[in-house]
């Protein structure tokens, strides 16, 4: 095989490649714009908002003060703010889970005010183990959505050297074919 043909072929494939490292990049940036946008238009109509930083506990301000006072509309302050509501938790029922509460009001043998109070601190524990799950799946999406939108530079940007690299390739077979 002659080094024209060598070349077209390989700039050829090059540029097959390119278009589509173009194209996926494109379907990536897209996707994952969508997710964050998907995720900060769920968040935001929540008006979930930090307490100022006067009104956190000390552990709470070396933790999160950074988002005091902040509304929650991004993966990140998603996830901060469920870590906020875990450490709230912790103090309903010893830091028993809603299930372990639960079941523990369910159990024989005791009274039914002990049951009621218990059952009670279970409602809090759902309710606030829920909203955790809530937000932590927001930012889990927001995280993948944040991937996508990198790979997605990452293989338009490929894309484009790997264009330009096969348009030189075939400048060179023009070259190639002339000098023989």
Do not use: C
Not at 81 to 96: C, K, P, Q, S, T
Not at 142 to 148: D, E, G, K, L, P
């Amino acid at each position: 095989m002659d080094r024209k043909t060598w070349d077209r072929l390989v700039s050829g494939a090059g540029a097959l490649i390119a278009v589509a490292l173009l194209a996926l990049g494109a379907a990536a940036i897209y996707g994952g714009s969508f997710g964050q946008d998907n995720v900060r238009d769920r968040l935001e109509p929540e008006k979930v908002v930090f307490p100022p930083f006067e009104a956190m506990s000390e552990a709470e301000q070396a933790e999160l003060g950074g988002f005091a006072g902040q509304q929650v509309d991004t993966g990140s302050e998603a996830e901060a703010y469920a870590r906020y509501i875990e450490g709230h938790l912790a103090f309903v029922n010893d830091g028993m889970t809603y299930a372990e509460t639960s079941n523990a009001a369910r159990a024989e043998g005791i009274s039914e005010d002990e049951a009621a109070e218990l059952q009670g601190k279970a409602d809090t524990l759902f309710k606030g183990e829920t909203l955790r799950a809530i937000l932590l799946n927001a930012y889990g999406w927001w995280t993948v959505s944040t991937i996508a939108v990198f790979a997605g530079y990452a293989m338009v940007a490929l894309g484009v050297a790997l264009g330009v690299f096969s348009m030189l390739g075939f400048r060179h077979a023009k070259r190639a074919a002339a000098s023989v």
